[in-house]
């Protein structure tokens, strides 16, 4: 089987298995989560990286290695900055 196809049927899991598992996510959760998100998205960020530098993938590899990096990067600032918010809503005055 032709390893794009196998990454396009990985991509479309991935999203379908993440929105299941997200919706299930009580709000209560959803901060502490997102810390752990933002290890994840480092992950991705540095295997972006590595696919947008390969051959294997050509042109191809390229503009979706950026788009991952650039959605991994907004991830993990947005994710910082919501940790942050929350933190300092329970700082005493």
């Known amino acids: 089987m032709d390893p794009f196809i196998v ?3 990985v991509f479309v899991l991935a999203i379908f298995i993440g929105f299941e ?6 709000a209560t959760l959803h901060t502490p ?4 998100s933002n290890a994840i998205s480092g992950i991705t960020i540095v ?3 590595m696919c947008s530098f390969s051959d294997h993938f ?5 503009i979706l ?4 990096v650039v959605f991994a990067t907004i991830n993990v600032v947005g994710g ?3 940790t942050n918010r ?6 005493s005055k």
């Open 7 to 9: 990454s396009i049927i």
């Open 80 to 82: 910082y900055v919501v």
């Open 21 to 26: 598992v997200i919706t299930k996510v009580p």
């Open 58 to 62: 050509g042109d191809v590899g390229v």
């Open 33 to 36: 989560l997102m810390s752990g």
């Open 47 to 49: 295997g972006a990286l």
């Open 86 to 91: 929350m933190l300092r809503m329970f700082k």
């Open 65 to 68: 290695g950026l788009l991952a």
